[in-house]
């Protein structure tokens, strides 16, 4: 994204972060409510406030939704665990103390969980990044509630399950190192056909050790995918063919895409943490009666788990699993067809996609489990025949009104019927956009989805279930 975009997503996102968050102030206000209860603005505020600051540290819409996906996690968990420190509805994930403080703020609570994860988090990501947006945030937040022992009650539970998280998935970024690696740092790019090698204008690969980390669920290591066609095979032609014909950049390499196939690849190439968290906010704003605080504090640490370990499970497809590791990308496949020995294929040399692939290897399409397991994980929560819109953050390029609410240029929304019916258009914009096999893409909604539901009905339960 161009500097003066982000500039402008940042500045919209602001707008809304930095109001005063509406709700009791203190525990004791609601705590005589149902099991829950509690508006639930203050985990909506703080969701936009931490993808504000991701988008202005440069992590998103078109940087690093790896990174990103850890980052929201850690911090919902915070939340989510603080919460029910504070009165135990559902089972914490990091921090569960031996003794409740039921006479705690949560708005307090929930202010210094997310910004004790937040200010240290975004700077291990990026020493240069500033934190003044989640300070501005924090002291906006603090100063609606009344001072006295609830609020300090409610800070040091705050800080107290950030702590937690932080020491938790303390080594992650270790684990997965390094960001990068080119073949000086000792990756060797395949030479075989099938074999993934360095993309055009991206010679590295992109967190090749990403696999490694631990995912936030347990067991999803099952639900690895089978793998890509083999190269001779009908199949395998099949979907060269189709990529080749649809996903070429229309300049330099001819298409038969449609325009509203164009629009569907562009809609969805940036971010898919930024725009899923985006929708959940959305979807739990239209049924605010339905979702109480701490509801909604397990909706968005569930969401966000998953939305990790998608990245951590397709990772690990990618470049770890011997079964499926370093497939060739379109656009190598497409320029070496000549060598791929199926007599359906035919070699273009100078083929291009519509938009750069990425410097990673395509089976399976992260982008497709992402939307897959945000899919699913709002499914178990709303239901999936859930009607909503999406409005593109890529679309229309310049003068984007979902960036800059004050701008005239009118805004590309896209409306669903149902979650899953998002997250099929989202995967196939991969193919679309010229990234992906279709393989990649229906085996990665198939890997999120199982990732999902596992998550939504395993992690954080009701306490006493």
Known sequence: MRPHSRILLVLSLVATVLLPIAGPAVAGDDRHGPPGGGSPDAVLAWNGTATAAAVACGFTPDGNPVYESRLYAMTHIAIHDALNAIRPVYSGYAYSPD??????????????????????????????????????????????????????????????????????????????????????????????????????????????????????????????????????SRAYARDLNEVKNLGGDGVTTPSARTPDQTEIALFWVNSAPLQWNAVARDVTVDRHSRMGLWDTARLFAVLNMALADGYIASWATKFLDPGTRLFWRPVTAIRLADQDGNRFTVADPTWTPLVTTPPIPDYDSGHAVAGAVAAAVLAQFFGDRTRFSVCSVSLPTAGNSCIDPTRGTPTVVHDFRSFSQAATENGLSRIYVGFHFRKAVTDGLRHGGLIGRQAATTLLRPVGR
């Open 99 to 232: 003794h409740s403080q039921p006479d705690a703020s949560a708005q307090a609570a929930v202010a210094a969980a997310a910004a004790g994860v937040l200010k240290p988090g975004l700077q291990e990501i990026d020493p240069a990044c500033s934190t003044t947006l989640v300070q501005q945030a924090y002291d906006s937040s603090l100063a609606a509630i009344p001072d006295g022992p609830a609020k300090v009650a409610g800070i040091a539970v705050g800080v107290a399950a950030a702590a937690a998280i932080i020491e938790k998935r303390g080594t992650d970024l270790k684990v997965g190192a390094p960001l990068t690696q080119d073949e000086q740092g000792g990756f060797q790019q395949g030479t075989k056909p099938g074999e993934w090698r360095f993309t055009p204008d991206r010679p590295f690969a992109f967190l090749p050790n990403w696999g490694k980390v631990p995912p936030f669920t347990a067991g999803i290591e099952q639900f690895a995918p089978r793998g890509p066609y083999d190269l001779d």
